[in-house]
């Protein structure tokens, strides 16, 4: 304890030395912790645009859907395992489509597009492509069959709000061509989706083809990530597909993993650089009290405590800029997670990555704990090398320097 006080004491000899110590590390532990929760805010971003506007958490089809995007290939058993998704309580809701790939033409260019038919009652329930019409309306019935489009493949169609479209797809074999009218024009942060995808009535794709009470896809919304898997184990479904979202796109998977790597790489960067600030400052510390540390040795004291005591010394700083720079980190990070960080001046360059202009700061579960221990950590090995100067210091010598 008498060493500790001690340590305690020369740490604010100089109290600006020490101060600016505390507050580097303060600052890094910050800007660390705001980059990973950007990096953090930016994935969940992604993976929210792409959850809610075409993934869904889970999703069924049969099993040859994937390989060959065919009308023919509604799911079997459609029927028995709309049942099943209404017995299970982790699925919050759940809508049938009918997907198939189309030619959409404009009297000025065509080009190939994915179709999906959706029940705009169910389908609200699981996607959110009502909040992300910029013009037009929803899919609400007309004289001619109403379909909305992505902001993108309007502009390649040239086409704008209640101008006519015509789709071409093929229906268990037979050719089928419709004239449509643009009813909405979406802008979505999924990459690809604004050019690829357009959405029409359930009813007016029946109406068209004489099918009825089928669909090639279900969505699912889980009650919660953690869900997920339940519903894949719980629905059984012969002759078809369940797949999650994570099969169906890996790479936001593979996200995830790569962002649970960089905690540790960024902030073990981060908290290295700090390290030499700190050692050097031990450093500088013992060069100015090298005669001090002399007669303590001179007078009795063994190397081993002036070992401890430049420990301590060390440590002390990093237990002090430690803590006070999460605190403060954890304040800034909820405040940023209830305002958001607006990023619309660089919005169209995120755009292309799949992300919208508007970030939520955020950190997993335990990542504040895991820094605290690298601080830890750090601030241990920082304290090694000066205190291993202090230990080779020889009182004779010591005690003579200037």
């Known amino acids: 304890m008498t060493l500790i006080k001690i340590a305690w004491r020369n740490i604010w000899r100089n109290t600006l030395r020490s101060s600016m110590v505390i507050l580097s590390m303060v600052i890094g532990i910050a800007a660390g912790i705001l980059f990973l929760g950007i990096a953090y805010g930016i994935n969940n971003k992604r993976m929210e645009a792409s959850i809610y506007s075409h993934l869904s958490h889970v999703q069924i089809h049969h ?73 037009g309306t929803y899919l609400d019935k007309k004289r001619i069959a109403p379909i909305i489009i992505g902001e993108k493949l309007a502009k390649k169609l040239q086409v704008k709000i209640n101008k006519k479209v015509t789709l071409n797809y093929l229906s268990n074999g037979d050719e089928v061509a419709n004239r449509f009218k643009v009813a909405g024009i979406f802008r979505s942060s999924a990459l690809g989706m604004e050019e690829t995808t357009a959405f029409m009535r359930r009813d007016d794709f029946e109406a068209q083809t004489g099918v009825s009470g089928q669909a090639h896809e279900i ?11 339940m519903i894949k184990e719980k629905v059984v ?139 830890i950590g750090i601030g241990i090995l920082s304290a090694i090398y000066p205190a291993y100067k202090a230990l080779r210091l020889k009182p004779a010598e010591a005690v003579r320097a200037i």
């Open 237 to 375: 479904a012969e002759g078809s597909a369940v797949e999650s979202w994570t099969d169906l796109a890996p790479e936001l998977k593979l996200m995830d993993m790569m962002l649970d790597k960089m905690i540790f790489i960024i902030m073990g960067i981060i908290l290295l650089a700090l390290s030499f600030g700190i050692v050097n400052t031990m450093l500088m510390v013992i060069l100015e009290r090298t005669r001090e540390l002399g007669m303590l040795m001179s007078v009795g004291m063994n190397k081993m405590k002036i070992f401890q005591l430049v420990l301590f010394e060390t440590v002390m700083l990093s237990a002090i800029g430690g803590p006070i720079g999460m605190v403060l980190s954890s304040l800034m990070m909820n405040y940023l997670y209830m305002e958001g960080i607006d990023l619309s001046v660089v919005g169209e360059g995120l755009k292309t990555f799949g992300i919208g202009s508007v970030i939520y700061p955020v950190l997993m579960d335990g990542d504040l704990l895991k820094i605290g221990l690298m601080v």
């Open 63 to 135: 099993e040859e859907f994937g390989q060959r995007m065919e009308t023919k290939y509604y799911i079997e058993n459609f029927k028995s395992i709309e049942e099943q998704l209404k017995k299970i309580p982790e699925v919050k809701a759940y809508a049938p489509r009918y997907v198939f790939n189309a030619g959409i033409r404009s009297p000025r260019a065509g080009q190939g597009i994915i179709i999906k038919a959706i029940d705009i009652g169910a389908d609200s329930l699981v996607s959110n492509l009502k909040d992300l019409l910029v013009e």
């Open 219 to 229: 969505a699912i919304i889980a009650t919660s990530l953690p869900n997920v898997n």
